[in-house]
């Protein structure tokens, strides 16, 4: 009897990362539920995808009621099995604490911390109705290391990879396993934001004058594969993450020192 179709539903598929593993998940097999607050981008994703092999949901990951309803219709079109829920959707507005607007702080908390916990939350009754499942959410080398102009961010990336460790411990008894991916800077357009509201100057500009690395989101892709598969907690993305989870250990003051040469003014 062969095997059913495995699942994965990808919140922030419209985009760099979430759009670079639903590809690799499709060409591995999978049925995969794609989901972003943006359409166009979620259209663009689904034209590289198979036919029969994925389906589109908008989705705000800051809106419950979205949450239960994107649920119910991947439940539906999937037998009720997700076996990979990738709580990938974020945003990486930044600059001085200082100087970023109100709106700007509320929207990065809500999306990068409280999108990931309402969709462990929502998406539980299908995980636990699947063999093996398991949540891998997008955290950040930033959750191991503040970096300046990155506080917020920064915030919820160390929320995130506290989060899910505790979860891990917590769904254990649902049989269900938690990890986390937690990239260097990665070739998305996060890194084209600007860094505050009176510049145009991105991120990008400042890791390119400053030749720190970019790895490509085809790497990060290989990586979700590696979080949902394996039997660690925590996945990095790329030697300078790596590096950087060591430093973070055993030399921190060293590690900072570097992210203000790299980062600061």
């Known amino acids: 009897m062969a095997e059913p179709q495995k699942s994965i539903f990808i919140t922030g598929a419209g985009s760099g990362i979430g759009r670079a593993t639903a590809q690799l998940f499709a060409e591995r097999g999978w049925f995969v539920g794609l989901t972003d607050v943006n359409q166009a981008g979620l259209d663009e ?6 036919n029969g092999q994925r389906m589109t949901i908008q989705l705000d990951v800051r809106d419950r009621t979205q949450w239960a309803r994107a649920i119910d219709t991947f439940g539906q079109a999937t037998n009720r099995r997700m076996h990979v829920l990738f709580n990938n959707a974020g945003v990486g507005k930044g600059g001085w604490l200082d100087e970023m607007a109100a709106d700007d702080v509320d929207l990065v908390l809500d999306v990068n911390l409280k999108g990931v916990i309402n969709g462990a939350t929502a998406a539980l009754p299908l995980l636990r109705e699947t063999p093996g499942a398991r949540i891998v959410n997008t955290a950040s080398v930033a959750g191991i290391v ?3 102009k990155l506080a917020v961010y920064v915030a919820t990336k160390f929320a995130v990879r506290g989060f899910t460790e505790a979860l891990d411990a917590e769904y254990s008894r649902f049989g269900i396993r938690v990890t986390s991916l937690m990239p260097w800077f990665v070739d998305t357009a996060i890194l084209d934001a600007s860094e505050n509201k009176n510049s145009n100057r991105s991120l990008r500009d400042t890791l390119t004058e400053r030749k720190t690395p970019i790895y490509p989101v085809r790497m990060a892709a290989e990586r979700a594969w590696d979080a949902a ?3 660690e907690v925590h996945y990095m ?3 300078e993450a790596e590096r950087a989870r060591f430093f973070a250990r ?3 003051g060293l590690l900072q020192k570097q992210l203000k040469r ?3 003014d």
Not at 45 to 50: C, E, H, S, W, Y
């Open 250 to 252: 055993f030399f921190p």
């Open 237 to 239: 993305v790329g030697k």
């Open 229 to 231: 598969h394996g039997a």
């Open 262 to 264: 790299s980062l600061g």
């Open 146 to 148: 503040g970096a300046p």
């Open 45 to 50: 994703t689904a034209a590289l995808l198979p």
